[in-house]
């Protein structure tokens, strides 16, 4: 355990698996508190639970009030928040097959839930004079997928909210700030029901070819590990980031072409 969140209190979404568990795990080995977020809890979580470093709030960000209820158990104080809860349904049917529920429900936990806590945590901030707000995006907010439709424009306006209230309370001691992943090794991609699974059912393809397929876009030719992005995460939470703020920082093993 390194000391460079030493005291600080941090509150993460989503946090009972994958990148936000990573996440989770990272700031508590930085010497933060977590307030940890999430509709159900995991092994891991409870373990780090019982250990005292992190209080779990069981809320489904879904529900407008579950943000308020959140950051209440951080006691008044946040000096980092991060907005990890999302959803990346995969639409091998297209942009026609997906009604307007599945566009209010991707909006609603990749949008509309980190502006509900942020509004939440803001005040706090503000108050202090310090904090650090770190949002997850993804590469598709700048290279949207049809087959990611509803959340690729979800997460582009995650990106342009993060951007635009980092120019409003940036002069105030504020930095707001986005990492942008591209394939992660979580769930989300490999697990029952994921991405993978879904494309594959679809393309009559197994799912490790389509994770073959994701991982030759990348110029490093793997998918990042949960732990990487929650490095930087902890990295942008710091004193060693304090004149970064507004800035998409991604990572993908060069996923995104830079010609």
């Known amino acids: 355990m390194n000391s460079e969140l030493n005291g600080r ?23 933060a508190h977590v307030v940890a977020g999430s509709r159900s809890t995991s092994e891991r979580l409870k373990t780090l639970a019982e250990e005292g470093s992190v209080t779990w709030v069981p809320v489904d960000l879904a529900e407008p009030e579950a943000a308020g209820e959140l950051v209440a158990a951080a006691g008044g104080r946040v000096d980092i928040l991060v907005n990890n809860v999302g959803t990346a349904p995969a639409r091998p049917g297209g942009f026609l097959s997906v009604g307007d529920e599945e566009w209010r429900r991707t909006i609603d936990l990749n949008l509309l839930a980190a502006v509900r806590v942020t509004r939440a945590a803001l005040p706090a901030m503000l108050d202090a004079g310090d904090g650090s707000v770190i949002t997850v995006g993804s590469v598709n907010a700048t290279l949207p997928e049809p087959l990611v439709i509803d959340y690729s424009a979800g997460k582009a306006a995650l990106v342009a909210f993060s951007k635009a ?71 942008l939470a710091g004193d060693r980031s304090r004149n970064i703020t507004g800035s998409d920082l991604i990572i993908d093993g060069g996923y995104i072409p830079t010609w």
């Open 9 to 31: 209190t941090a509150v993460v979404t989503g946090a009972s698996k994958g990148i936000g568990l990573a996440i989770v795990e990272a700031l508590v080995q930085a010497g």
């Open 165 to 235: 209230l980092s120019k409003e309370v940036g002069p105030k001691g504020v930095r707001v700030n986005t990492v942008s992943p591209g394939p992660v090794e979580t769930e989300l991609w490999l697990g029952g029901g994921g991405v993978a699974q879904t494309v594959s059912d679809a393309a009559g393809i197994t799912p490790d070819d389509v994770v073959a397929q994701a991982s030759k876009s990348t110029v490093t030719g793997r998918f990042s590990q949960p732990a990487e992005i929650a490095d930087l995460v902890v990295f």
